[in-house]
């Protein structure tokens, strides 16, 4: 083991938790030590010199600074004054100071009015506090050190016995296909190690599912689609044996195998189309991922090049234009998650976006829970805090090119960064110091001048000539100058763009965190990788690049034993609606423990032997006897295992949202099976969405009246469809490996009221009712296998004829009625109209609500749309298509339909 370690780059987690508490570990550069390359002018007591710094300095910044510079208060300019760091670094001018040299440093030229900056701007300090400010810069800035803390290291006698220990760290076990006594029933190997766990706890398997109800699963378990009548009774009647092969083949072959399966890593990659959290920004280019990971699975992609593309795709050689573009906008897997942009400091921005990575990598990927580590050496698993730092060193060497900025309280495109883009094409970038974009830089800052000028004074209320104020006519002038400026500098204007990364221009080690906290500074740690995980060989990081290179090897080498372990249990997962693993993200300690071990195994090394492919997984998992059983149960049975764990039975689950949508359009016969281009988000500057502005208000229009689908939906965080919404969703902030089935109200009130549902109903009545080739018996027949994907039994052809019946018969005497009462009231009205003055327009009769004027729009106000949606209004023909398009809306609600058994 020793051997091995020293083969790393990176200190194994617990080594470097004891380093960290030894006696040589060094913290961040200490207070009074100056920067490499500066020597003091004179050796300075560091004791002595924080004393004198919480002394003087402290209370002097605290008193005078703080209330515009803190952590706790504001961050003016991007500056905080209460962190070293942050004074170090500095805001949007640069470092405010230099340790050892206060002549240069900006913190002295602005307190002491030497410049344009004057701090702080409402009185200047005493030459006395000035020169304790300064005394304290040439001494070396001597700040408290930040302590780490006690609990670090001392988990890893702990961590390594876990680490030998834990199922799941310890490599692939091939063990022996086991025997079984039933030696005609298994199919595949798979159903050998299923058998024998069934035959060791004397619990046969149930029947065989019948072929009606197995097209039904397969069709819907692959493509996410319904199985036509006609694909369902082409199934039956093929009596072959490699009826079943045959069936899986086509539907793998289908385009809609690739939008099913497609559909279930975006869940894990947490897509969506724009920022979430406190500013939501549209991110217009999310799209090009989600149709690459679409292409990926229908192209059935190695899953282990696969996960390199998005891991690292832009330091990968490419034979094409076309393959490299492919790579870049894979790394979009690492750019699409949730973005504060609203945080006032550019390290915290950075350090919860380089978080998110972390946390997105470790648990799609390895079914770990890294990010626990970020604040304190893990509870549960082996991962310690420097092994958490060990991968931020790798991300935080990395561009995150999502087109996006930090700024606290920003408006319009402040938050837009057009330079951080991945380009796809061969055009060349704007050049920022052409005369054009120079001159549309010099309007945009005059007009922006303008504008600041009249925010917050009176003379801004002042009205212009159209009586609108001052203030918003200087705000849309710089509004539409700083669109002109972005637009000359934007790459997506000059050709397509991506989300993804890119290796920082300058890459390194970074320090531990302590606590989490992104100013405090600790230790620097290698990067490197979870030591949770290791093997002969692995690789290490090449000084000159980021690390990600290497961690995409690292993550897919045959001897890390967790990739492949975790991606079959998620296919598992998704083909017997729930893994071997009941836990799909979280294979540590907290996790479930694996129901076949040895199954999980042989079909992890089963997988990586046969080149990683995810059809050849899918089909060999469905053509299994295990999976074609049928969905009936016993007392027995239930009582047994009620859980199903052994797998004695094929567990009936809900369809997801976007299949219950996708079924009703097929039903219907509106479905567009084509792939639409891009998404109607694309069109969207990034600029803050309202969840009740105009624009919001159109996207939730669009997605309603889309027949694509609904893996093309536009999907921006805060705005999903309820289509999608009411049926348990994804959640889009993180890893969903696993959607919850709920069963609520709001799902009713869905399927009873819900316009997309009432309109699908209504087409699917006016389809049936065009056959003019079949009678009412007949059409019932049809409705029932577009719906339920079977034949209508006699009880359900006796319901479905009365209800139809009665349905017709009372509305047209309501209709009656209505007409009778319509024609008496007309009268009555005619009578006592007789003699009667004629009522003035905009007369006496006009109400006072009519009669005032429509108040002026307050461009100073974000355009809202606070009224109440207005439904679709359907116009039904006449009684018999209603009652036709209520039945059909009654099969749609029905649990036969939502359900696939």
């Given at each position: 083991?020793?051997g091995l370690?020293g ?5 194994c987690?617990?080594?470097i938790?004891l380093?960290?508490?030894s006696?040589?570990a ?5 207070a009074?030590?100056?920067?490499e ?33 803190s ?5 003016h300019g ?6 070293r760091n942050?004074?170090v ?8 100071i ?29 030459a006395?506090?000035?020169?304790i400010?300064t ?9 408290p050190?930040p302590?780490?803390?006690s609990s670090v290291?001392?988990?890893a006698?702990e ?5 030998k220990?834990?199922?799941a ?9 086991p025997?079984?006594?039933e ?12 058998l024998?766990?069934l ?11 019948d072929?009606?109800?197995l097209a039904?699963r397969?069709?819907f378990?692959?493509?996410?689609l319904?199985p036509?009548?006609e ?5 039956v009647?093929?009596?072959?044996p490699?009826?079943v092969?045959?069936?899986?083949d086509r ?13 279930h890593?975006?869940?894990?990659a947490?897509?969506?189309e ?6 939501n ?17 229908n ?18 050689p490419?034979?094409?234009p076309?393959?490299?573009a492919?790579?870049l906008?894979?790394?979009g897997?690492?750019?699409l998650?949730?973005?504060d942009?609203n945080?006032?400091f550019?390290?915290r ?23 626990c580590?970020?604040c304190?050496d ?5 991962i ?5 730092y ?9 561009d995150?090119?999502?087109g ?8 319009g495109?402040d938050y837009y960064d ?11 970038p704007?050049v920022a ?5 120079q001159?549309?830089?010099?309007a ?6 303008e ?17 609108r104020p ?5 705000r ?5 100058l700083q669109?002109?400026?972005v637009?000359?500098n934007?790459p ?14 300058a ?9 989490g906290?992104?100013?405090?500074l ?6 490197g ?9 692995q ?9 990600r290179?290497?961690l995409?090897?690292?993550?897919t ?8 372990r975790?991606i ?6 998704h083909?017997?609606?729930?893994g ?6 979280n294979?540590?300690?907290t ?11 042989h079909l992890?090394?089963?997988f990586?032997?046969e080149?990683w492919?995810?059809?050849k ?9 295990s999976y ?15 859980a199903?764990?052994?797998?004695w ?17 097929a039903?219907?016969?509106k ?5 639409p ?7 969207f ?11 919001a ?8 009246a ?7 939906l536009?999907?921006?965080?805060g705005?999903v469809p ?5 049926f348990d969703f994804?959640e ?6 696993s959607r919850?089935a709920t069963?609520?109200?709001p ?5 009873l ?8 109903s209504l087409?699917?009545?006016?389809r049936?009712l ?11 027949q049809?409705?029932y ?6 034949t ?9 004829v009365?209800?139809?019946?009665r ?14 009462a319509?024609q ?6 005619s ?5 009667q ?8 009769g006009m ?9 002026p729009?307050?461009p100073?106000?974000?355009g ?10 359907l ?5 018999r298509t ?12 029905s649990?036969?339909f939502?359900f696939?058994?």
């Amino acid at each position: 083991m020793q051997g091995l370690r020293g083969q790393q780059r990176q200190v194994c987690g617990w080594s470097i938790a004891l380093v960290l508490l030894s006696a040589t570990a060094t913290l961040a550069q200490p207070a009074g030590t100056p920067p490499e390359g500066i020597q003091p002018a004179q050796p300075v007591n560091e004791e002595a010199a924080v004393e004198y710094f919480e002394k003087h300095v402290r209370p002097l910044l605290a008193a005078n600074c703080y209330a515009c510079h803190s952590a706790n208060t504001n961050s003016h300019g991007g500056l905080r004054v209460d962190d070293r760091n942050g004074l170090v670094a500095g805001g949007g001018r640069g470092g405010a100071i230099v340790p050892h040299k206060a002549a240069d440093s900006l913190l002295i030229k602005a307190v002491g009015y030497q410049d344009k900056l004057k701090m702080p701007p409402s009185k200047q300090l005493a030459a006395e506090e000035i020169a304790i400010l300064t005394k304290w810069i040439d001494d070396g800035a001597a700040w408290p050190k930040p302590r780490l803390p006690s609990s670090v290291g001392k988990s890893a006698e702990e961590y390594e016995r876990l680490r030998k220990q834990h199922w799941a760290w310890q490599p692939l076990n091939s063990s022996a296909v086991p025997a079984v006594k039933e030696l005609a029933w298994p199919r595949d190997d798979i159903d050998r190690f299923i058998l024998a766990k069934l035959e060791e706890n004397q619990l046969p398997p149930v029947a065989d599912a019948d072929r009606v109800q197995l097209a039904r699963r397969i069709t819907f378990d692959l493509t996410g689609l319904p199985p036509t009548p006609e694909e369902i009774a082409a199934f039956v009647a093929d009596t072959s044996p490699t009826a079943v092969e045959t069936l899986a083949d086509r539907l793998l072959a289908l385009p809609a195998y690739g939008e099913r399966w497609g559909r279930h890593w975006l869940d894990v990659a947490r897509y969506a189309e724009s920022t979430g959290s406190a500013r939501n920004l549209p991110m217009p280019h999310s799209w090009r991922y989600r149709d690459y990971v679409i292409d990926a699975f229908n192209a059935d992609k190695p899953y282990d090049k696969f996960l390199r593309e998005q891991i690292a795709g832009d330091l990968l050689p490419a034979t094409s234009p076309y393959e490299k573009a492919e790579q870049l906008v894979a790394t979009g897997f690492l750019a699409l998650g949730v973005k504060d942009v609203n945080q006032r400091f550019k390290v915290r921005y950075i350090m919860d976006n380089v978080d998110e990575q972390i946390d997105v990598v470790s648990r799609a990927v390895l079914g770990l829970t890294a990010s626990c580590a970020r604040c304190h050496d893990h509870k549960f698993d082996p991962i310690p805090t420097a092994d958490y730092y060990a991968l931020a060193g790798i991300f935080r060497s990395t561009d995150l090119c999502a087109g996006l900025r930090n700024k606290m309280g920003g408006g319009g495109l402040d938050y837009y960064d057009p330079q951080m883009l991945l380009s796809l094409g061969t055009q060349a970038p704007t050049v920022a110091g052409t005369p054009k974009v120079q001159a549309a830089k010099k309007a945009f800052e005059a007009a922006r001048s303008e504008f600041l000028a009249l925010r917050d004074v009176p003379a801004g209320d002042e009205k212009a000539a159209d009586g609108r104020p001052k203030r918003a006519h200087a705000r849309e002038k710089m509004q539409k100058l700083q669109n002109e400026l972005v637009k000359l500098n934007d790459p997506a204007m000059q050709g397509p763009v991506a989300f993804g990364v890119r290796d920082s221009s300058a890459v390194s080690d970074t320090e531990i965190r302590i606590r989490g906290e992104a100013e405090k500074l600790g230790p620097v740690v290698p990067r490197g990788f979870l030591g949770i995980i290791q093997y002969e060989g692995q690789p290490t990081v090449n000084p000159k690049q980021s690390g990600r290179l290497e961690l995409a090897a690292w993550l897919t080498s045959d001897k890390n034993p967790l990739t492949s372990r975790v991606i079959v249990n998620r296919v598992w997962q998704h083909l017997f609606g729930a893994g071997l693993v009941k836990t799909v993200d979280n294979f540590g300690t907290t996790g479930d423990l694996p129901s076949h071990p040895e199954l999980l195994d042989h079909l992890a090394s089963r997988f990586v032997r046969e080149g990683w492919s995810i059809k050849k997984l899918v089909r060999a998992i469905v053509l299994s006897h295990s999976y074609q059983l049928s969905s009936t149960a016993t007392d027995a049975h239930l009582l047994a295992d009620p859980a199903n764990r052994l797998v004695w039975r094929h567990s009936p689950r809900r369809l997801e949202a976007e299949e219950i949508r996708d079924a009703m359009l097929a039903a219907s016969g509106k479905l567009d099976p084509s792939r639409p281009t891009g998404s109607p988000g694309k069109e969207f500057k990034v600029i803050e969405l309202r969840n009740n502005g105009p624009e919001a208000k159109k996207l939730l229009d669009q997605a309603r009246a889309s027949r694509y689908r609904s893996v093309y939906l536009p999907l921006l965080r805060g705005l999903v469809p309820n289509s999608l919404e009411v049926f348990d969703f994804a959640e889009q902030g993180m890893v969903t490996g696993s959607r919850d089935a709920t069963t609520v109200a709001p799902q009713a009130l869905y399927l009873l009221n819900d316009p997309f549902v009432v309109r699908q109903s209504l087409n699917l009545a006016e389809r049936l009712l065009a056959r003019t080739d079949l009678d009412d018996l007949g059409r019932i027949q049809a409705v029932y296998g577009l719906t339920l994907g079977r034949t209508a039994s006699s009880p359900d052809l006796d319901r479905a004829v009365a209800f139809l019946a009665r349905y017709e018969g009372d509305l047209r005497q309501l209709q009656a009625e209505a007409e009778a009462a319509k024609q008496a009231k007309i009268a009555a009205s005619s009578a006592a109209a007789e003699g009667q003055p004629e009522a003035t327009v905009g007369g006496a009769g006009m109400t006072d609500a009519a009669k005032q004027p429509v108040p002026p729009v307050n461009p100073d106000q974000p355009g809202r749309t606070d009224e109440l949606a207005q439904e679709e209004k359907l116009e039904i023909a006449d009684p018999r298509t209603a009652a036709w398009a209520s039945f059909c809306q009654a099969l749609f609600g029905s649990a036969e339909f939502r359900f696939v058994r």
